[in-house]
Nanobody
Framework: QVQLVESGGGLVQTGGSLRLSCVASGRTFSRYAMGWFRQAPGKEREFVAAISWRGSSTYYADSVKGRFTISRDNAKNTVYLQMNNLEPEDTAVYLC?????????????????WGQGTQVTVSS
């Protein structure tokens, strides 16, 4: 069982930055690939970024490529999402997820555990 708790969301102006964190419980964190997804009001949940269990591979949605960076610290059971040059279209609840997958991790069905999410609001 893995429990995930996100933090770091907030209100920021267009062009600003935020860093999200997701802390996982349990001693097997390093076995899991981790992903970030987001869901805006009235829209389906969408993939944002994923990182392999070692951190050696990352994958991004085209909409955030070059602006967002996913990273992890297995010693701290934490995965991060650095978000730069934020746009109003990035406004959403951001959720982290953990799963054992050998694929890119862009599909939510690859993940077994989900956090509750943290709100990110980008004002224009």
């Amino acid at each position: 069982q893995v429990q995930l708790v996100e933090s770091g969301g907030g209100l920021v102006q267009t062009g600003g930055s935020l860093r999200l964190s997701c802390v996982a419980s349990g001693r097997t964190f390093s076995r899991y690939a981790m992903g970030w997804f987001r869901q805006a009001p009235g829209k389906e949940r969408e993939f944002v970024a994923a990182i392999s269990w070692r951190g050696s591979s990352t994958y991004y949605a085209d909409s955030v490529k070059g602006r967002f960076t996913i990273s992890r610290d297995n010693a701290k059971n934490t995965v991060y999402l650095q978000m730069n040059n934020l746009e109003p279209e990035d406004t959403a609840v951001y959720l982290c997820a953990a799963g054992i997958t050998s694929n890119r991790g862009s599909r939510d069905r690859e993940y077994d555990y989900w956090g509750q999410g943290t709100q990110v609001t980008v004002s224009s």
